[in-house]
């Protein structure tokens, strides 16, 4: 299975600024999926982002709070922009497919 | 839709005890589902998948589940506890999104706490 490397692994941010997470993958995937686990929440899945096209939002998320790149077929970035400490939670990307899904180790996010 | 259900938020167990964690699953199709497990301050990993094959699946750690599409469940199993399975556990249920690749639908997840 596919290895993410994910970063940064934590940050403390002050509100209204925005913030730049990266998931690297050792090989090249179709789709990346970024998710996003509140305090003591299950996971919640953002945007799935392919590779040449603008990522596809969930309900509840959009693009201008979200915004995602993929650049190539190993990256992808989320930002999280003007944060408020809502925003405050762990976030997650993955890839994978029917075998099974790898997820990376998380940026875990304060907004103070 | 496809949807999943765990029916406890928190299960306590002795350790040497055995495990269950129970999930219900909705889907319009025959799913794939998977158990992860998450650890205090750690990634997830994933424990055991079911992708149509054996309905009795064997993950890592002595975990086990079995798919019964009659009663829409796909329950996870232990048969002794052992301390280091203390844990966040989330089953999950994919949405097909196209050839070979689905997007996952994750329960609210079973925080397991097991006692000395």
């Known amino acids: 299975s596919a290895v993410i490397s994910q970063k940064p692994s934590r940050d403390i941010c002050q509100r209204g600024t925005s913030l730049t997470i990266q998931c690297q993958v050792d090989?090249?995937?179709?789709?990346m999926f970024w998710y996003r686990q509140q305090p003591g929440q299950s996971l919640t899945l953002i945007a799935t982002a392919n590779q040449g096209s603008e990522a596809t939002y969930e309900s509840g998320f959009v693009i201008d709070k979200f915004p995602i790149s993929r650049p190539n077929l190993t990256f992808s970035t989320l930002t999280v922009s003007n944060m408020s400490p809502e925003d405050s939670s762990i976030y997650l990307c993955?890839?994978?497919?029917?075998?099974?899904?790898?997820f990376g180790s998380g940026t875990r996010l304060t907004v103070v | 839709a496809q949807s999943v259900t765990q029916l406890d938020s928190h299960v306590s167990v002795s350790e040497g005890t055995p495990v269950l964690l129970r999930c219900n699953y909705s889907?319009?199709?025959?799913?794939?589902l998977f158990w992860y497990v998450q650890h205090p301050n750690k990634g997830l990993q994933l424990l055991l998948k079911?992708?149509?094959?054996?309905?009795l699946v064997k993950g890592i750690n002595g975990f086990e589940a079995e798919f019964k599409k009659s009663e829409t469940s796909f329950h996870l199993t232990k048969p002794s506890a052992h301390m280091s399975d203390a844990a966040e556990y989330f089953c999950v249920v994919t949405l097909f999104l196209s050839y070979n690749t689905d997007k996952l639908i994750f329960g609210t997840g079973t925080r397991l706490q097991v006692f000395p």
């Open positions: 889907s319009s199709y025959s799913p794939s």
């Open positions: 079911y992708t149509s094959a054996a309905t």
């Open positions: 090989s090249q995937v179709t789709m």
């Open positions: 993955s890839v994978g497919g029917s075998y099974g899904y790898t």
